[in-house]
């Protein structure tokens, strides 16, 4: 019972697919499984973009719980398999940093396509609720069309955004709008980059510069470096993550597109293998599409 099934798995639910290696038939938990079982486990979570590191520490969990006779059920499985979860992803993350003595400047950074651009919008809707006074800054000046993106999240959230001429540089553009935050009293600045990796030099100097310059402009800032990572594309996200990492010290994950027939998993790669604690993940393309991270609702949902 191990490779037979691999092809249909994408269909099942993981948790589908973890049930149907367990519980082959009737009584087969209690027996224990075998190494057989926990093999075909193991593929399932790589499959499922849990890396190698979250999947060992899963299946080995497991099979710790198995060897003990502590699995007599479904419900033990799942609830075992959540819990180690729950431990992987680590505790709930801290809220996003609110600085009092003037704006606190949040960057976010990722390659293109990711959900940046969207994740700004989403941010500062969440952000609008708590009452912050906000500004957008279109630091993305490669593109006309990525700073006229965020000029349109800005008009329909009605938020002003600081914005250069394309093909402008970013930095400024991000001095600017902490400047423009410090002259108008506004409390918080999130500030949209570039993403496109013509070179990994380029763009991560690019990214380097544009959190020095915000620095010398407001000693301490940036206060949040927000990494915004696909979840949809498995293992290439803890790559991507790798390389902001040395560039730029993140604060922070957003793990996007999870809503659809995305695998959650990475979410868990991420949080093992890069280190950082994962903030939000997005939901879909709408502003509302955001939500704080909740470790256990996520194992959960996981599961369901
Ligand atoms: N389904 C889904 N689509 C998303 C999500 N976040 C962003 N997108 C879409 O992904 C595409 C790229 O987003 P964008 O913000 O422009 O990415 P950027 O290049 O990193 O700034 C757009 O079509 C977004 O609507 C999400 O959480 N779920
Ligand atoms: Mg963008």
Redesign the pocket.
Known sequence: MTSGRIGDAPKLSLWQRVKRIALTDVGALVRGMNAADLEALERTLIEADFGVQATVELVQAVEDEVRRGRLKTEDDLKRAVAAKIVEMLGAAPPPLARTTDGPTVMV?V?????????????VAHLLQREKRSLLLAAA?TYRAG?IQ??QTWAERLKLPCVAGAPGGDPAAVAFDAVEAALNRGADTVLI?T??RLHTQEGLMDELKKVVRVVARKRPGAPHEVLL?L??TVGQNAVQQGRLFKQAVEPTGIIV?????S?RGGAVVALRKELGLPIRF?????KVE??EPFDPQAFAERLLE
């Open positions: 976010f990722g390659v293109n396509g990711v959900g940046k651009t969207t994740s700004v919008a989403k993305d990525a993106q965020l949209d570039a993403g915004v696909d979840g996007t597109k999870l809503d659809g995305a993940i997005g939901l879909g393309e599409a955001l």
